[in-house]
């Protein structure tokens, strides 16, 4: 479900670093049949979970046309028609539009009246409590990857399906892409469907097979902003990549003992599931038995008065 937040993100807007779309090329905008109101952007659909709640979006305006561009707000009411707001001008810079909640599931629409405004991201509800890109966030590791260049590797279910959700915040211009990468039964690669990712909740589904699966999601921009993930059901854990340059855990992959070097007077060791569950705890000491733990990733905190956050891969 899309959290409201009372206070809207900020954004450090470079036109040199930072990608930038017009209206009319953006794959977040559908282009309508109306001469006047030639784009729109869907807020909320009715199927969505959190349709009925409200609605904050935020489009950064980085180029007006000559003579500037309006926008207006289209939304469902309990009938099931459409009201339609008063034409407002878009502005330089940030453009906040809000609308209020309601009592029953509902569409919110925003329409344009200029495919050749330019703008560099567009959000919904995003915040900056627990909103974080896929490029600062613990949960994705940078691959290799030129096009996919993010994965999440999802808990192992031993064959069994799982349904990855992700609800995203907050998306670049330009848009981006998710798609799905599993191991199969001879331990080779497979891959498929690259689809768009949207703002709101985003399902990415595994079906069962009959051999023990490792299942990752790719994502193509690491500038997606999202607030949580859940798995079969399961938040999970969403933790902001933290400065580890320092620490180094070794072996990884490892059997048994997991060392923890470049820090030092360690005060406690934690050991978390991909899931968020606390599974082992030391206490003043640089290594952990984790022979125990299932096979698979897990997140380990490191606290010395300061807290560093790492994975690795029991065997």
């Given at each position: 479900m899309i959290k409201l937040y009372t206070t809207l993100f900020l954004l450090a807007i470079s036109s040199a670093l930072t990608a930038q779309s017009t209206v009319a090329t953006s794959p977040l905008f559908d282009t309508t049949t109306n001469s006047t109101w030639t784009h729109v952007f869907t807020v909320v659909k009715n199927s969505d979970s959190s349709s009925s709640e409200a609605q904050t979006t935020v489009i950064n305006v980085t180029t007006l046309p000559t003579g500037g561009a309006n926008y207006r707000v289209l939304k469902s009411v309990a009938t099931g028609s459409q009201n339609t707001g008063n034409s407002q001008p878009l502005s330089m810079g940030q453009n906040t539009i809000s609308v209020t909640g309601t009592s029953f599931s509902r569409y919110v629409k925003i329409q344009v009246d200029s495919g050749d405004i330019e703008f560099d991201v567009i959000s919904v509800n995003d915040g900056t409590t627990d909103a974080q890109d896929v490029d600062n966030s613990s949960l994705f590791t940078d691959v290799s990857n030129t096009t996919w260049p993010y994965e999440y590797t999802l808990p192992p279910l031993n064959g069994q399906s799982q349904t990855v959700v992700i609800n995203i915040t907050s998306l670049p211009a330009?848009?981006?892409?998710?798609?799905?990468k599993w191991t199969k039964a001879d331990n080779s690669l497979a891959y498929c469907c690259?689809?768009?990712?949207?703002?709101?909740?985003?399902?990415?589904?595994?079906?069962?097979?009959a051999w023990n699966r490792s299942s990752l999601v790719m994502v193509t921009n690491g500038d997606v902003k999202f607030d949580n993930i859940t798995v079969n059901g399961s938040s999970v854990l969403s933790l902001d990549k933290m400065d580890n340059s320092s620490m180094t855990l070794y072996p990884n992959p490892v059997t048994d003992m997991l060392s923890v070097s470049g820090i030092d007077n360690v005060a406690s060791i934690k050991v978390y599931s991909i899931v968020g569950a606390l599974i082992k705890e030391v206490n003043n000491t640089n290594t952990i038995d984790v022979s125990s733990l299932s096979?698979?990733?897990?997140?380990?905190?490191?606290?010395?008065?300061?807290?560093?956050?790492?994975?690795?891969?029991k065997k």
């Open positions: 330009d848009g981006a892409q998710v798609r799905r690259a689809n768009a990712l949207g703002l709101g909740e985003n399902t990415v589904s595994f079906g069962t097979v096979t698979g990733l897990h997140i380990i905190e490191v606290n010395n008065g300061q807290k560093r956050m790492g994975k690795f891969i």
